[in-house]
């Protein structure tokens, strides 16, 4: 399903990702998943982390990926997903949930402006030098 998933984002299917992700998940604390199943396997993921914040002197949760099979989409899995992260915020003592979004993503943003609101910051991504 993360292969789907990588797709779906414009990513080739990669064993190598797919592994180190894993690893990640099962051999540390760095990256979490949550997973909802039902008679027919898997249907949907999410992948969160902790972050310190340091301005505030709190934790947050950072959510990496969300994803549900198209087959199961409208069924309210991303909205489970969501509502049990946001749900660790009262009982983890988070001071917030984070995550991002493309602009485009209207299905998406219909949904996670349900949760939270959108932020004022600007992301940026710098990529080493080659």
Request: glycine share 10%; net charge neutral.
């Amino acid at each position: 399903m993360f292969d789907l998933y990588r797709e779906s984002a414009g990513y080739a299917p990669s064993p190598e990702v797919s592994a180190r992700v894993w690893s990640w998940i099962t051999a540390s604390e760095t990256l979490q998943a949550l997973v909802v199943e039902d008679h027919s396997g898997l249907i949907g993921f999410a992948h969160y982390r902790h972050f310190p914040r340091p301005i505030v002197g709190d934790e947050g949760l950072y959510l990496d990926d969300l994803f549900t099979r198209t087959r199961a989409r409208g069924r309210g899995i991303a909205r489970l997903l969501l509502t049990h992260l946001r749900g660790e915020l009262s009982h983890g003592g988070f001071g917030i949930l984070r995550w991002t979004t493309l602009p485009g993503n209207e299905p998406a943003r219909h949904l996670y402006e349900q949760f939270g609101t959108v932020s004022p910051s600007v992301t940026y991504n710098a990529l080493p030098e080659r």
